[in-house]
DNA sequence: ATAATATATGTTATGTTATAACATTGCAAC
DNA sequence: GTTGCAATGTTATAACATAACATATATTAT
């Protein structure tokens, strides 16, 4: 798994600031360094993580609401996805793309990837039509080791 | 999505005793009470749910870690799943089957179900060899709603 | 049987993750 | 300028989980 170039990263940010002026979300300022946390910390980060660093770039300490409706927001914009395996945050890296959102994590360097095949996404659509199930939302969450980490 | 009778629910439990006889793993009371509790609720239960319970069922109050450490052991052992969208627990339908357990998880009625195809499992296998990926545990949680509250 | 060992449980305290509830601020519309 | 609304500040607490150490219970070796 290859970590994101610094390009990759400011461009996911210019890609957000874009959605949320054509769309008229408010990205406030501490909305903005919460998602500038998250996306340039390039690997899952914990909310009180996020915490600490906002604290310390205001210089005063804020307190975890200030830090969680920001999260709130991110998500439901589809900016930001939470792991629910490791209660973790993280970047997406194709906002607005419409799609769901898959992931790859490695226990070992913590390095993330999404990973939304549509053949994956069609195999769960039909898991689910056979089921008689209409899914709002999907969890798929792959633990284990990358490439790198598993050759050491 | 209908609800398990409750033959299968003891069948359930009697083969989690069996798999522990002959596996000499050491059913102990409160791992037992902790596992019928979340079998027969039937639904994904909280562990401070199973607290209460245990505290009423021995009628003298316990600890977390009493829960915990029991979760742990069945855990271990393939007799429950944790559902980590919800923070809650299920007992697994077909346990040393050597299946990775998937979830369709309903919203509204709050009733799950084990949709460990095969077919999905291959798809989630393509997608993590493609990635170079090495798999050591998938969380696959589909959230939604079941036929019948969907009709409602 | 007794001691040594390992396994399981009890107990207290605390760590971690997340939200409720209500007050305050900033800004736009009327 | 006051009404309305969205965002943030602030305090407190709820919900989820584990560390650390003491005690009890079961196994096993002598
Ligand atoms: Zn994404
Ligand atoms: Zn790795
Ligand atoms: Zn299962
Ligand atoms: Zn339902």
Request: hydrophobic share 30%; net charge positive; glycine share 2%.
């Amino acid at each position: 798994m290859k970590t994101k170039s610094t390009t990759e990263l400011n461009d996911t940010i210019y890609k957000v600031e874009q959605i949320c002026k054509s769309n008229k979300l408010g990205l406030t300022q501490i909305r903005r360094q919460v998602f500038e946390i998250i996306v340039k910390n390039n690997k899952p980060v914990k909310a009180y993580e996020i915490l600490d660093e906002i604290s310390n770039i205001n210089d005063k300490s804020s307190h975890p609401p200030t830090v969680y409706r920001a999260i709130d927001f991110l998500i439901e914009n589809g900016f930001v996805h939470k792991l629910n395996s490791i209660n973790s945050y993280v970047g997406c890296f194709h906002p607005k793309a419409n799609k769901e959102c898959y992931f790859l994590i490695c226990k070992k360097c913590n390095i993330y990837q999404e990973c939304c095949d549509d053949s994956l996404k069609d195999r769960i659509s039909k898991t689910a039509v056979h089921h008689n199930f209409v899914i709002s939302n999907t969890t798929l969450e792959i633990e284990g080791h990358c490439l790198d980490c598993n050759q050491k």
